[in-house]
């Protein structure tokens, strides 16, 4: 067993027992990018340096007696989160040579975790985009099937976890991006409560939606990496002050007569046959784990994608009205006037995808249509919060179908935005009402891609998501396969 | 039709994008196609419901009127563009 | 065709707050550029904002002096548009749930008080500082300093109860001592911390619709403000007195030229696609914490008025003058205290020491002569030790070199000759020198008796106590 194929909680074992170094791990992971990493492209920027650096720090931290679950261990770092030192690009060209000058939280509270960074993770360009196609540096390939998409936004990290290209990774989430990706590429993937994770240094996509989360083998390391990075921040104004729990430490109990419901809204359309009967399998399976499995409603579930791209596109338009060549950023060649300064900066900075979302946001907003839709999505939004609040009165959990079908081929949606928007059908209602949700491996399709199973909690219950999710993981073996590359 | 070429060349200026007649076509289509989709919403009766503009209610977060150090000059303008004299420089704004 | 000219104002005023609205950086004017900066302020990718409670504070301060109604609800809004100044493209401000609505001020117009309506106060931030010429050269560039980015602004935005120049003076002149009164504003119109915009139409007499509005803007100071809002009621007259039509726009005032002119062409249609602001939560404003601040308001100008009207027996005019700043009333009140005479006081600061601070373009925190100091003076002159006229003097010199009254007096020799037997027998001196004047008078010619002040003025360097000869020589003669 190479190191580079081991769980955190397995390396951070082998180095408190002084087996291994820290040292060790990443040069054994860095191998391991420089074996694959042509294939897949999890990667805009790859940090050999900072990570030898950050491991050798590691190292003396662990003979001090002083590592924590996540001391040494190297990660991939979605690049839409700012860590100094190197490009924070969002996937974008218009960011392509940005050094920010300052770095987010998460990073920080990773800093003095004594995490290793090996690298900033590919992208869909400012987390736009279900598939890592819409990335200005390249799409990223599914380790389970090179043709194929790694899903997105998050495809890059999902992929490098997957491809064991880092033990794991972080990336962001708005309307699925980290956990429809981890499904397309067989990891787990966490979504924590909307204000559970500092947004400070989380380059903005849709603001009330964004939250950081964890990409990871199995529920164990995500459920570390999740404590490590959640808690109360005074420079995020969403950020909710409520202490933060040892995720780990709640593993292992029994699910017995937790209430757990199947929501019935995900089965009314053409949900891919192997993924329907992946998903009856997982609900069979915490039916014998003793799990009380109901069917619940969520009726506005249907409207989810709507609301979601009226209200994404119009926070978005908004946030990157910023990138206009003036502080940052690119600014087009040869203009001598401020108006083309804006224009062809934001025109040739910005791909396809990012320019229809701005328009569709500017749209949404602008004099005439602010009512009719940015205000009228944000009222359904309420509806469907409702829905969920009243199926929590009669359950502890939800389930759903992570994503509609498993991974599917480059180029297959990348003309038809809507076909594109449908794939985040089921991780949406989560982010419109502020729940945390999950990932996890549930199966394999015939021809051998992952299918993963989603959890859904009320808000501030990752712990009952997570318990979920290894009670299911541990008597299951989907999360040990391991793409063949 | 939800969405002219017209409106869709003032939402562009509105967005400071620029895009040619190609784009400008391709554009009102793919936006007319997603609006279209978006009409379900007005099936809905929302007249008494309360927008959700944050997703988890929180009221009253403040910081104390104290000062903290600021970044340096150099690393404020250590992306810029262009810069001059400690300033940020753009193209002749003419007022 | 008389026409009644309906005027609202806008006014910008920075707070004086010690750091930014959103950030921690210092709001002190002045530095290098760009030195006062951080990612938020600038927005940087991925930096968030995050509320001065000071700024709240204020605003309602100054929502409770102007009788707002304060808003149990409260929300940021984005204001969405580009521009080089604006580093996120957008400005954080207030729209749909401002934090003070429906309040008034009074003002004096001829023939009494007014009240003029405020329709809302709400906090937002302010924008950078645009450079664009840095020599005569011609320039192909614009520079921006972010320094003043997220300064912290109050909008205050008046009904259009306004009906001439005068009161829009008048307006602006009361808001703003009640800004600085409140020591949440500096007032300072030339260095922007508070400016105004102003909107404009005409309608004919006795009707009651709304004519076209225009925009005014860049009136840099009270007296630009009136010099153009006459300017336009001007300019609007005439057009429809010829039959034309008033167009909507936004106009600038040229100091320069004395004119308002039009910024169509570089007009463009504004959308600004207000929205809540998602990253700032909604404000829940305590009325426990209203009370408050409440009780920690200072004495407003007009209360001070009615009160120095009051109780130093002051007309109202002096009350006015002397309570349009609270320096200024402060000063009054400490040198009353020494010298409890307040009329005479307060002829002397209105006439003397207000020209001497206006020759020198200083404010009354400058003043080289403290209030006792003036206090002292009054004293002197009380107790006859100078003569009124001879104060004067001596007063110019104390605010020349800031030396205290008995000092000037002591080292010129200046007190007043107030010996009677000394002076009595100099007046007996000088009417025995000078018989033929004495005749003259005794057969009538009263203008001589001034001829004998003169010579007593001369013979004691002007120093005798001027009421004393006048008594003396009334006697003698």
Not at chain 1, 95 to 123: C, D, Q, R, S, W
Not at chain 3, 290 to 303: G, K, M
């Amino acid at each position: 067993m190479e190191l580079y194929q081991l769980t955190a909680h397995e390396l951070h074992k082998l180095l408190i027992g002084g087996e291994v170094t820290a040292q060790e791990i990443t040069r054994s992971v860095l191998e391991r990018i420089a074996q694959v990493e042509k294939k897949i492209h999890a990667y805009i920027t790859v940090s050999p340096d900072l990570a030898l650096t950050q491991a050798a720090q590691a190292d003396e931290w662990i003979k001090k007696g002083q590592a924590g679950p996540l001391t040494g261990i190297p990660l991939a770092i979605k690049d839409i989160i700012c860590l100094q030192g190197m490009p924070t690009t969002c996937g974008s060209h218009i960011l392509e040579n940005f050094y920010p000058p300052y770095e987010a939280t998460v990073i920080e509270k990773l800093k003095a975790a004594g995490a290793v960074f090996v690298g900033k993770a590919n992208m869909d360009e400012f987390a736009m985009g279900s598939s890592t196609e819409n990335s200005y540096f390249g799409p990223t390939y599914n380790p389970w099937d090179l043709e194929r998409t790694p899903g997105g936004s998050s495809g890059g990290s999902a992929a490098a976890v997957a491809a064991d290209e880092c033990i794991a990774a972080l990336g962001s989430d708005t309307g699925g991006s980290i956990r429809q990706p981890a499904a397309c590429c067989g990891v787990v993937g966490v979504k924590p409560t909307y204000g559970r994770v500092s947004r400070y240094g989380l380059v903005a996509f849709a603001s009330s939606l964004d939250q950081i989360g964890p990409l990871t083998k199995d529920v164990r390391d995500a459920a570390q990496l999740l404590t490590v990075i959640s808690g109360h921040e005074p420079r995020d104004s969403t950020s909710i002050n409520l202490p933060v729990p040892d995720y780990a430490a709640h593993l292992g109990k029994e699910i017995k007569a937790v209430k757990i419901g199947v929501v019935k809204e995900c089965f009314e359309e053409g949900l891919d046959l192997e993924v329907k009967a992946s998903f009856w399998q997982a609900v069979n399976t915490l039916a014998q784990l003793g799990a009380e499995i109901k069917e619940v409603s969520l009726p506005h579930m249907p409207y989810a994608v709507a609301v979601y791209y009226i209200i994404a596109p119009a926070e978005a338009s908004s946030n990157l009205a910023r990138y206009d060549g003036v502080k940052y950023g690119y600014r087009a060649k040869g203009v001598s006037e401020l108006l083309s300064m804006y224009e062809q900066s934001r025109s040739q900075g910005f791909g396809a995808e990012v320019k229809r979302r701005i328009m569709l946001g500017t749209y949404a907003l602008s004099a005439g249509y602010y009512e009719a839709y940015y205000r009228k999505a944000s009222q359904v939004r309420t509806l469907i919060g409702r829905d969920f609040q009243e199926a929590f009165a009669e359950c502890t959990a939800l389930l759903m179908p992570t994503a509609p079908t498993p991974a599917f081929r480059l180029g297959e949606k990348v003309d038809d935005p809507l076909l594109m928007y449908l794939s985040d059908i089921f991780t949406i209602p989560c982010n419109l009402a502020g729940l945390p949700g999950l990932s996890i491996p549930c199966g394999f399709s015939q021809a051998g891609l992952p299918i993963g199973l989603q959890i859904i909690g009320n808000h501030f219950q990752e712990e009952i998501i997570l318990q979920i999710a290894y009670a299911f993981e541990q008597h299951t073996d989907f999360h040990r396969r391991k793409p063949n590359l | 039709m939800k969405i002219s070429k017209e409106e869709v060349a003032h939402v562009a200026y509105l967005a400071r994008l620029h895009f040619n007649e190609e784009e400008k076509e391709k554009f009102t289509t793919q936006l007319n196609k997603i609006l279209e989709y978006m009409d379900q919403l007005a099936k809905l009766d929302t007249s008494r419901i309360e927008p959700t503009f944050h997703a988890v209610a929180q009221t009253n977060v403040f910081r104390e009127d104290i000062v903290r150090p600021s970044i340096s000059q150099e690393l404020s303008l250590s992306n810029a563009p262009d810069r001059d004299r400690g300033f940020f420089r753009v193209p002749k704004i003419i007022d | 065709m008389e026409y009644e000219a309906i005027i609202g104002l806008e006014v910008h005023a920075q707070l004086l707050t010690e750091s930014k609205i959103f950030c921690g950086c210092s709001t002190l004017f002045g530095a290098e550029p760009n030195t006062h900066t951080c990612p938020v302020c600038t927005g940087l990718p991925g930096s968030l904002p995050v509320l001065n409670k000071k700024v709240v504070e204020f605003t309602i301060k100054a929502a409770l002096a102007t009788n707002c109604r304060i808003a149990p609800r409260s929300q940021f809004a984005r204001k969405n548009y580009f521009y080089p100044d604006l580093p996120k493209g957008y400005q954080i401000s207030q729209y749909e749930l401002p934090l003070a609505t429906d309040g008034y001020i009074e003002i004096q117009v001829d023939g009494g008080k007014k009240k003029i309506g405020i329709q809302r106060i709400h906090m937002e931030e302010d924008a950078g500082k645009l450079i664009h010429d840095f020599s005569s050269a011609r320039e192909a560039h614009s520079y921006v300093d972010f320094n003043r980015t997220g300064v912290p602004l109050i909008e205050i935005v008046s009904a259009p109860d306004i009906r001439s120049p005068e009161e829009a003076s008048a307006y602006l002149r009361k808001l703003r001592a009640i800004l600085m009164f409140l020591d949440i504003c500096d007032g300072n119109m030339e260095e922007g911390s508070f400016r105004c915009d102003a909107n404009i139409s005409l309608r004919p007499k006795g009707e009651k619709g709304l004519g076209v509005k225009t925009e005014l803007k860049n009136m840099n100071s009270f007296r630009n403000v009136q010099k153009a809002l006459d300017f336009e009621i001007r300019r609007q007259t005439a057009l429809l007195d010829q039959g034309e039509k008033i167009i909507q726009e936004t106009r600038l005032w040229d100091a320069a030229r004395g004119v308002t002119a039009s910024m169509r062409g570089k007009e463009e249609a504004h959308d600004y696609r207000y929205f809540p602001d998602p990253d700032l939560v909604p404000i829940v404003i305590d009325p426990a914490w209203v009370e408050e601040i409440r009780s920690t308001l200072p004495e407003l100008p007009d209360a001070k008025k009615e009160r120095f009207i009051q109780e130093y027996g002051i007309p109202e005019y002096d009350a006015e003058v002397l309570t349009s700043s609270k320096p200024l009333a402060n000063y009054y009140e400490n040198c009353v205290r020494f010298f409890p005479q307040p009329k005479i006081v307060s002829n002397w600061i209105m006439s003397e020491l207000l020209r001497e601070l206006k020759k020198d373009e200083r404010e009354i925190e400058e003043c080289s002569v403290p209030a006792e100091n003036l206090a002292a003076l009054l004293r002197l002159i009380d107790e006859g030790v100078i003569s009124g006229k001879m104060a004067k003097s001596v007063f110019e010199e104390m605010y020349q070199t800031g030396q205290k009254a008995e000092e000037i007096v002591k080292a010129k020799g200046l007190s007043q000759l107030s010996d009677a037997e000394a002076l009595t027998k100099l007046v007996e001196d000088i009417l025995a020198a000078h018989p033929k004047e004495v005749a003259e008078y005794r057969q009538g010619k009263e203008k001589v008796f001034g001829f004998f002040v003169g010579q007593v003025m001369k013979a004691t360097q002007g120093k005798a106590n001027p009421r004393l000869v006048n008594e003396i020589l009334k006697k003698k003669l």
